[in-house]
């Protein structure tokens, strides 16, 4: 499934000069919707940390990085620094999901429900897949459990298909069909 | 009178809503609260290991012997231990289902002969009441 957010390489320098032929060159692994969003991200965070801007400098390379197999659910542990409204804060925070763009989509969303933080306020430190004896979040490690079972209580009927949907019923639906 | 049918690794499951409506699948792990791991497996009802929200399953009776995250070919293999597709077969759940796609599928011809069918039908059992009764 299609995810918001893709994980771009970016590799950039500041532009060579006759005082520097070749410059250091730096690449950030960065995600963003797309690759313009992904040249610009890049411009934001090498501005704020080296003395590189998009006028002085160049970039060289562009990539996607896709992830290996989707066929397993992962652990991904995400260590991001957001702006509060009264200050910045560092937080680390785990999703179990089956790609870490998929994940990254819903640490944003997560963010902006429970922070009310927009994509602006929000800087990925860090990524990484975690071990489940290394997870510390009750939501992940939760579902660490092998012989791990639950019921689907009270369910809401939906028909099949939309054209099937109807204003009246004739009998009240049944929720229970455990 | 608890509950009977769980999400859990192995648990067969009716697809209710989507483009893969109608068909089963095997929960193979479960992602978080609301989504699971699902595969078909594909050798057997066509649908592909993918991310599946628990709100398009509805649980059967059925629970395959397999291990979490099992790879296609163990699945198929304790499909076939089991017997699942047949025993699902042979549930009134999946004969309902079947004999809905049936109705929805007949022709102009075929719902006349079925109208016919239900005439000689109450023909006889009227006959037989109407014996009984005198």
């Known amino acids: ?178 | 009178m608890g509950f009977t049918r769980f999400v859990e690794v192995g648990r067969v499951a009716l697809i209710n809503y989507g483009p893969d409506a109608g068909k089963l699948c095997t929960i193979i792990d479960m992602i978080d609260n609301n989504r699971v791991l699902v595969d078909g497996p594909r050798e057997k009802t066509g649908i592909h290991r993918q991310v599946m929200t628990t709100k398009r399953l509805s649980l059967t009776d059925f629970v395959a012997k397999i291990p979490r995250n099992a790879k296609e070919k163990k699945i198929v293999a304790a499909w076939e231990d089991q017997g699942i597709l047949a025993a699902w077969e042979s549930t009134s759940w999946a004969k309902k289902l079947a004999t809905k796609k049936r109705r929805a599928s007949l022709s102009d011809f075929d719902r006349f002969k079925v109208m016919i069918a239900k005439k000689q039908k109450t023909e006889i059992v009227t006959k037989k009441l109407t014996e009984i009764s005198a």
Request: charged content about 25%; hydrophobic content about 30%.
């Open chain 1, 1 to 178: 499934m299609p995810t918001k957010m893709r994980l771009f390489q970016v590799v950039g320098r500041k532009a060579p000069t006759p005082n520097d032929e070749s410059p250091q060159i730096y690449r950030m692994k960065l995600f963003a919707p797309n690759e313009v969003n992904a040249k610009s991200r890049f411009w934001y965070f090498m501005h704020q940390m080296r003395k590189m801007k998009k006028t002085t400098g160049e970039i060289l390379d562009v990539n996607e990085i896709t992830e290996k197999n989707t066929n397993y659910v992962k652990n991904y542990g995400i260590w991001i620094k957001y702006n509060s409204r009264s200050g910045t804060h560092n937080m680390y925070r785990e999703y179990r999901d089956v790609s870490l763009n998929a994940a990254i989509d819903t640490l944003y969303n997560d963010m902006a429900g429970r922070h009310r933080s927009r994509f602006q306020s929000i800087q990925i430190i860090r990524t990484a897949t975690v071990k489940s004896s290394d997870c510390k979040r009750v939501t992940t490690t939760q579902f660490h459990d092998s012989k791990l079972k639950y019921p689907l209580p009270h369910r809401v009927v939906r028909p099949t298909t939309k054209q099937l949907r109807s204003k009246y019923l004739a009998t009240r639906p049944s929720t229970h069909f455990n």
